[in-house]
């Protein structure tokens, strides 16, 4: 009886060890290999260098507020939006009275930068927060309407400014898959990279 379980135990603590260094190093370190050779760029986290340095990451957005730049979709993520740390939407449903205030003051906000008429429709995501509060991309729609006040600030013609959002415009992922939609982050380094870093 005492042999079996000695027996047993030690089977048991040689096929803990055998996975353990199988599942837990071997493997994760092959894949790890993998991704790095195959997908280097995403495997490290999909940054973005300008001049060597990382800027940011094409998954996660960040706040630009000047008019030579455009503008992301609001965040819920933090206190002040755009904190990777605190991702979330802002979880107010449909019939919230605080959801209809913000948007109602975010497009008042909008037309105003954007110098848009009282009643002109504004695209949904220059108003309302994703569900990470961190989409680094908007909507072709929302893209087109900061297309003057970014052509104005930086004293270029709005056609410019237009092509490079073309440039940057991605379709439905597989041609079905989701909404065309623009990189914020990649556009305004693109911006700065046709004319100029703005002051």
Known sequence: MLRNTYRDLRTAVIAFVAFSVLLGLAY????????????????????ITRGGQAVGSALVGQNFSAPQYFHPRP??????????????????????????????ESV??????????????????????????????????????????VARARSVAPGEVQRLVGQYTDGSTFGVLGEP??????????????FGAAP
């Not at 994760?28 to 999909?46: L, W």
């Not at 949904?124 to 961190?134: C, F, K």
């Open 28 to 47: 994760p370190y092959a894949i790890t290999g993998v991704a790095q050779v195959v997908f280097h760029r995403q495997a490290n986290g999909s940054l």
């Open 75 to 104: 965040s819920a993520a933090g206190a002040d939006g755009y904190d990777a740390t605190a991702s979330g939407g802002s979880n107010l449903g449909p019939s919230s009275k605080a959801l209809a205030t913000r948007v109602a």
């Open 108 to 149: 008042a906000r909008v037309r105003q930068e954007d110098g848009l008429a009282p009643g002109a429709k504004v695209p949904v995501d220059a108003v309302t927060a994703s569900g990470s509060g961190l989409d680094p991309h908007i909507s072709p729609a929302y893209a087109a309407l900061q297309v003057a006040r």
């Open 181 to 194: 939609r623009v990189n914020v982050l990649e556009l305004n380094l693109a911006l700065d990279r046709a």
